[in-house]
């Protein structure tokens, strides 16, 4: 049973990165360090959710494979654009 649940939470995540180059390519780095993080994201939530809430709810562990794949995918996002024209140059002091 755990490796079902450690084959879906691959699965998981494997899809959500998938989405997320799909509709996010311009935002985001190489396409297979976007699919290993999902992966490695999925994975790590799936263990640390079986880890807090022990064994039988399969569904459960895929819920926080899912939020913790999300939130390891969302930090590789980059601004859509320039974020500010420029700062003004520093002014001297007296």
Known sequence: M???DAL???VLGL???GVAV???AHRLPA???VLATGIAGALFGAFVTHSALGPGGVLVD???AAVVSAASLSLL???AGRLGHGSAPAQPIG
């Open 22 to 24: 799909r509709r996010l």
């Open 77 to 79: 996002l980059r601004p």
């Open 2 to 4: 755990l490796l079902l």
């Open 15 to 17: 899809v959500l990165a």
């Open 8 to 10: 879906g939470s691959a």
């Open 62 to 64: 895929l819920i926080g």
């Open 31 to 33: 396409v297979s360090l």
